[in-house]
Nanobody, 120 residues
Framework: QVQLVESGGGLVQPGGSLGLSCTASGTIYISYGMGWYRQAPGKQRELVAD???????NYVDSVKGRFTISRDNAKNTVYLLMNSLKPEDTAVYYC??????????????WGQGTQVTVSS
């Protein structure tokens, strides 16, 4: 079994910063891409940013220049640093990881989600 555990999030004023982290644990053989999605009330879940095992990153246009994704492969951990936060960034943020477990099965895993609220 593989689990993703997220931490971070919370309430921040517009223009502020927050950091999220997500650690994968369990019967991990290979960790491929990892990333962050978000879902605001009444909206579909969208990709925020992702990163390959080699460090290649991808961002949705609305967060480019404000958010930074990174990862520590040794710790199977992915991070999201969010700067210059806007009210429209308010959402539940979900960690995602593409992992091959020790039984040879490759599939996607999701974290439990963490609330980010940007409000004055």
């Amino acid at each position: 079994q593989v689990q993703l555990v997220e931490s971070g999030g919370g309430l921040v004023q517009p223009g502020g910063s927050l950091g999220l982290s997500c650690t994968a644990s369990g019967t991990i053989y290979i960790s491929y891409g990892m990333g962050w999605y978000r879902q605001a009330p009444g909206k579909q879940r969208e990709l925020v940013a992702d990163i390959t095992s080699g460090g290649i990153t991808n961002y949705v246009d609305s967060v480019k220049g404000r958010f930074t994704i990174s990862r520590d492969n040794a710790k199977n951990t992915v991070y999201l640093l969010m700067n210059s936060l806007k009210p429209e960034d308010t959402a539940v943020y979900y960690c995602y990881a593409d992992i091959k477990s020790l039984d040879g099965i490759r599939r996607g895993y999701w974290g439990q989600g963490t609330q980010v609220t940007v409000s004055s």
